[in-house]
């Protein structure tokens, strides 16, 4: 397996997160458990956002295995 590839795989689990967070987030009732859901949802988004550009940049160094 390729670092490029485990990159995209926890790129894959990460939206994956997000999307539970989101869910959590919802149906959170108490104020303090959504803003937590929320907090740790925008840390996510970050890290997202960053495999996606270092995604990008494997792609480039590894063109093979696109």
């Known amino acids: 397996m390729t670092v490029g590839s485990q990159v995209k795989g926890c790129y894959s689990s990460i939206k994956s997160i ?3 967070l989101e869910i ?3 149906k959170a009732q ?6 937590a859901f929320e907090n740790v949802g925008q840390i ?3 890290i997202k956002n ?8 494997l ?5 093979q295995y696109k």
């Not at 792609?59 to 063109?63: A, H, I, T």
């Open 44 to 46: 996510m988004e970050e």
């Open 59 to 63: 792609s480039k160094e590894e063109p």
């Open 50 to 57: 960053d495999l996606q550009k270092q995604v990008v940049e």
């Open 30 to 35: 108490e104020v303090e458990s959504k803003q």
């Open 18 to 20: 997000e999307a539970s």
């Open 24 to 26: 959590l987030t919802n």
